[in-house]
């Protein structure tokens, strides 16, 4: 048989090691859980810190939240209120307890939209839609407010209250949507759609009044988020009081705290605009008066100029100039030809006594006279060489041969020219020329001598 084995040594902790190794157990298994309750044993000692049991009916879990959390809240813990809590499960050694250090504490409700609102926000954030840099400033003037909002509710009442007695003259249309339910998320972005694409509004002002954060889900809605953002009218979002916030405050282009303050920061105060329309009313006034009385002060010593320089005065003024000038100019003329006269006279009469025309006009006579002695000369000359030349004439025409033809004569001419005073001398068919007194004529001789 074989021997039986030596037992393992025992091994012998002590409290605290154990309470070590459950510890590190738990924190290590479980980490960071999310506890749903009623709260028992709510106790607040001087130290600030806040102890509690979270319960159900079956078991509860000791959980404790440290100072400065506990005491930044937003409700009153007290036994029997339903919560939620957040946080890491560990041991309290001391007790050999676990318990939840918790960090984070809310009323039961509104913690799983707690939950969707941060992630969603956060999801929103990274995507750029809450940065300051795509947001929209107000338009320097604004004339046409669509409001989206439910018709009954007192956020409507408010803020057209403060609109009409801010600035009546601003128009307001109301665009009815629900504001709270399952299909209000849906029915609001549609509206906004529309309404934006209509292009008919300066602004457009998303209003509701307070409440839980269930009854403000419609305006935590991705959806809705996205529309704002998308939207080409400035976006306003109002929803609830000013310690109510929604995902559309983020989005929107200007969050107001109130609906109350939306209509404020949307409409200019009517009695500040008629203190200023007074104010440039009167300044208008004294710079028009002031405009005057310069005008005037100007026009004064022009009208004094203006007289003096009148038209018909003026032109008084030029014809009596004129007549004077004209005056000036006659008296100039005849001094100027007394002193040429003066200063020429002389000149006149010594060129006068040697001014060739009396020599000029003498030889003219002289020439005049050669002219007729000479004319009455060739005359005579010419008469009495007429008559010689007559006399010759008729001496020279008593032996012209041509006068013999007038008597019925012929003279016979050669082919030279010579006259034939022979018949002998021509031959036959010799041509000649015969001379009448009337003409010539050529002959043919036909016959022999």
């Not at 005491?71 to 007790?95: K, M, S």
């Not at 954060?213 to 809605?221: M, P, R, S, T, V």
């Not at 008559?387 to 007038?406: D, M, S, Y």
Request: proline share 6%.
């Amino acid at each position: 048989m074989t021997p039986p084995l030596p037992a393992p040594p025992r091994q012998v902790l002590a409290p605290a090691q154990l309470n070590a190794l459950a510890r590190g157990l738990l924190e290590d298994a479980l980490g960071q859980v999310w506890i749903e309750g009623e709260l028992g044993g709510v106790s607040r000692p001087a130290s600030g810190h806040l102890y509690f049991a979270l319960k159900d009916a079956r078991a509860q879990v000791r959980c404790a939240l440290f100072k400065p959390k506990s005491q930044r809240l937003g409700f009153r813990p007290v036994d029997g209120l339903q919560v939620l809590a957040h946080g890491r499960v560990t041991l309290y050694e001391p007790r050999g307890e676990y318990q939840l250090i918790v960090d984070h504490l809310e009323e039961a409700g509104e913690g799983a939209l707690r939950r969707a609102f941060e992630a969603l926000k956060a999801q929103l954030a990274a995507e750029g839609l809450f940065d300051a840099t795509r947001k929209r400033p107000l338009p320097a003037r604004i004339a046409r407010i669509g409001v989206l909002s439910s018709p009954g509710g007192a956020a409507v009442h408010d803020v057209l209250t403060v609109l009409r007695r801010r600035f009546g003259l601003l128009e307001v249309d109301l665009l009815p949507v629900p504001v709270q339910g399952p299909q209000a998320a849906a029915e609001i972005v549609r509206m906004l759609s529309r309404a934006d694409a209509s292009a008919r509004y300066d602004v457009l002002l998303l209003t509701r009044g307070g409440g839980s954060l269930e009854d403000l889900a419609a305006f935590n809605d991705e959806a809705l988020a996205r529309a704002i953002a998308a939207a080409r009218t400035v976006v306003v979002s109002a929803i609830g009081h000013e310690i109510d916030v929604s995902i559309s405050d983020f989005v929107a282009d200007l969050r107001a705290a109130t609906p109350s303050a939306a209509a404020e920061l949307l409409s200019p105060d009517g009695r500040d605009l008629r203190r200023r329309l007074h104010r440039l009313r009167e300044q208008i006034d004294i710079a028009v008066r002031r405009g005057i009385e310069r005008g005037w002060l100007r026009l004064d010593p022009l009208q004094h100029r203006l007289g003096a320089q009148q038209p018909l005065a003026r032109l008084q003024r030029g014809a009596e100039r004129l007549a004077m000038l004209w005056h000036r100019l006659g008296l100039g003329i005849g001094q100027a030809q007394a002193a040429r006269r003066a200063r020429f006279g002389p000149l006149v009469r010594r060129l006068s006594a040697v001014h060739p025309r009396p020599r000029v006009e003498a030889l003219a006579a002289a020439s005049a006279r050669l002219i007729d002695t000479h004319h009455r000369g060739i005359t005579l000359r010419l008469a009495r060489e007429a008559t010689r030349l007559a006399a010759l004439a008729r001496a020279l025409n008593a032996v012209n041969p041509l006068a013999t033809l007038q008597r019925g004569y012929a003279i016979v001419l050669d082919a030279d020219g010579r006259s034939v005073r022979s018949a002998a001398s021509l031959s036959r068919g010799q041509e000649v020329a015969v001379r009448l007194s009337d003409g010539e004529r050529r002959l043919r001789v036909l016959d022999d001598p």
